[in-house]
């Protein structure tokens, strides 16, 4: 990593790390937010997933939002299976992580089945319940035809999570440089690329009128990532990057991009490669570069790299192209976010706390590198 110390090199390299095996997401000291003003001088490239992150409903498998959450659920909540052969739950509450070293969610015991709170999962009802209230529309505003759904119990529900819209608001009201790609491996895109913009330039989201005045732009042609053997291309419209002229070229492109976007990644990649981190959806990460911090929000990411969903490709020297996939563990909530579902939707400044925390664990690493 090059070490850094108040924004100055000290000329001395080596291996790029981030994180510690005792506490990878450790909080920031207070002294370091001095330093805040530094920090700000980045620009930061956030890369979102779209179901399950901002999205409670799946074209893909045609799940709408009562499915997708109730679906969602399998994977958050934690049991085992007894020495009887029967199962035991661990916990009456759900997380993204186990509540010991023996749990096991639901959905890795059983797969996700259709209507889990109402037979298997009951107790977990009232979560579903109180979470798709605090999804409801807006009371007596005229539903819009990109920005809501209604349901499959007929009631109408915001289809990107407000916490999205108020991540851009913080982000630009705090002054950051800053651009969006949004990533996902379905279908989604063109339709999302078509809602943001409605809500970002039209100011057509009835909780945040004021979007336009932000000055975003979108772009709305869908772009594509394909990975093989061969190695990497990212595609839109009339651009074209290959990792053949090396992957330092694809790090400058998502470095460069401006606004908000987005990609289809491989997923069919990602199935050969067995659902790991070798196939998971590339983003490069340049821990020389004091200009641009990228960071990775997805719930598929998860700190067991034989089943996550990103593969984060960390360059060893500057300006170099040879880098290492890193593991997600090293990574967790440095320049990798695991959504919390149910927290995005009943707080709306989770994504923004997220990103901070994001830029605090980066900036850290970097101090405690320092020589």
């Excluded at 330093?35 to 999205?55: A, G, M, P, Q, S």
């Excluded at 499915?67 to 029967?86: E, I, R």
């Excluded at 394909?226 to 053949?244: A, D």
Aim: aromatic content about 10%; hydrophobic content about 35%; glycine content about 10%.
């Amino acid at each position: 990593m090059a070490q850094e110390q108040n924004g100055t090199n000290s000329g001395d390299v080596s291996e790029p790390g981030f994180g510690t095996a005792d506490d990878p997401a450790a909080s920031v000291p207070l002294g370091l937010l001095g330093c805040i003003d530094h920090i700000r001088r980045k620009k930061l490239v956030l890369h979102i997933d779209l179901n399950n992150t901002i999205l409670v409903s799946d074209a893909v498998t045609g799940q709408g939002t009562v499915a997708a959450l109730d679906s969602f659920l399998t994977g958050v909540t934690w049991g085992k299976m007894s020495n009887h052969g029967k199962w035991e739950w661990l916990s009456d509450s759900p997380s993204l992580h186990p509540p010991s070293s023996d749990a096991v969610s639901y959905y890795t015991q059983f797969g996700r089945i259709p209507g889990f709170t109402s037979v298997a999962g009951r107790r977990f009802k009232g979560v579903l319940e109180e979470h798709l209230e605090l999804l409801r529309w807006p009371e007596g505003i005229k539903g819009d035809r990109e920005l809501s759904v209604k349901g499959e119990d007929g009631r109408l529900y915001h289809w990107i999570l407000p916490s999205f819209f108020q991540l851009l608001r913080d982000l630009t009201q705090e002054g950051w440089q800053f651009a969006v790609l949004f990533r996902t491996f379905g279908t989604d895109l063109p339709r999302v690329l078509r809602a943001v913009s409605r809500a970002v330039n039209d100011g057509a989201h009835p909780l945040f009128p004021d979007l336009p005045e932000l000055k975003l732009s979108v772009s709305l042609t869908p772009g594509k990532i394909r990975c093989s053997k061969r190695g990497i291309v990212l595609t839109r419209g009339e651009e074209r990057v290959s990792s053949k002229d090396g992957e330092r070229g694809l790090y400058q492109y998502m470095s460069s991009v401006q606004g908000l976007g987005g990609f289809q990644d491989h997923f069919d990649w990602w199935a050969s490669n067995t659902f790991s981190i070798q196939g998971g959806k590339p983003m490069w990460i340049d821990p020389f570069d004091q200009h641009v911090q990228h960071i990775f929000i997805d719930d598929n990411i998860r700190q067991n790299d034989k089943d996550t969903i990103v593969n984060p490709k960390v360059f060893l020297d500057p300006d170099g192209s040879d880098s290492r996939t890193a593991s997600t563990f090293e990574l967790y909530d440095i320049t990798l976010v695991q959504t919390d579902l149910l927290r995005a939707i009943s707080d709306q400044n989770y994504f923004s706390q997220r990103v901070h925390i994001c830029l605090e664990n980066y900036e850290t690493n970097l101090q405690q590198g320092a020589v």
